[in-house]
């Protein structure tokens, strides 16, 4: 079955910019999509189709998907980012997600 | 405003049955595909199953095919998934989603708040 792979945590500090990867093989031949979710909250939607952006989600929430792997990447990153965040894709049929990563802005 | 509303979670005995359902509302239930999505305590997002509007498309996750079992009423603006020979590892939250009309790879653009299912 198809896998997805993301590092378990990130860290970034206020004002930069985080880069949370997620791998799969031949991931930039299919579409992507990105999820965050805050403790004890339901995941929002943060990114669709690779790149494009939900409404009512910030701009500096964007997405790249090349090759193998994905990016979600928040520039300015705040405290408020600070969340689980997974990523998802469709295989045969299937929804996949990535085991999910832990971003910390320390 | 869009809403989905999971019911029916609660404690399980290993063996036993549970169906949970889904409230919709503040849409047309009926023009959208539909996910359930489960999480275990303290991990990550696992799919579980996919709808189509008239129920002609479903699909499983390898881990609940032959257990599980997903359905619609259209009338009713509700989501169920029948869940039968539950196993202690099945215990999670179990989300209904919502695959949005403008994706193409079963994305969820909403998220119920979840209920919890115990099996113990």
């Known amino acids: 079955s198809y896998e997805l792979t993301q590092p378990h945590s990130v860290s970034v500090s206020p004002g930069q910019t985080a880069s949370i990867p997620c791998s799969g093989d031949?991931?930039?031949?299919?579409?992507a999509c990105w999820y965050q979710q805050k403790p004890g909250q339901s995941p929002v939607m943060v990114v669709y189709?690779?790149?494009k952006r939900p409404s009512g989600i910030p701009e500096r929430f964007s997405g790249s998907n090349s090759g193998n792997t994905a990016t979600l990447t928040i520039s300015g990153t705040q405290a408020m980012d600070e969340a689980d965040y997974y990523c998802?894709?469709?295989?045969?049929?299937?929804?996949?997600f990535g085991g999910g990563t832990r971003l910390t802005v320390l | 405003q869009v809403q989905l509303v999971e019911s029916g979670g609660g404690l399980v005995k290993p063996g036993g049955s549970l169906r949970l359902s889904c409230a919709a509302s503040?849409?047309?239930?009926?023009?959208?595909?539909m996910n359930w999505v489960r999480q275990a305590p303290g991990k990550g997002l696992e799919w579980l199953a996919y709808?189509?509007?008239?129920?002609?498309?479903?699909h499983y996750a390898d881990s609940v095919k032959g257990r599980f079992s997903v359905s619609r009423d259209n009338a009713k603006n509700t989501l169920y998934l029948q869940m039968n020979s539950l196993r202690v590892e099945d215990t999670a939250v179990y989300y209904c989603?919502?695959?949005?009309?403008?994706?193409?790879?079963?994305?969820?653009?909403?998220w119920g708040q979840g209920t919890l299912v115990t099996v113990s």
């Open positions: 189709q690779n790149n």
């Open positions: 031949n991931l930039g031949h299919k579409e």
């Open positions: 503040g849409f047309t239930f009926s023009d959208y595909y």
């Open positions: 709808i189509s509007r008239g129920s002609t498309t479903i």
């Open positions: 989603a919502r695959v949005c009309d403008y994706c193409s790879s079963g994305e969820s653009d909403y």
């Open positions: 998802q894709a469709w295989d045969s049929s299937t929804v996949v």
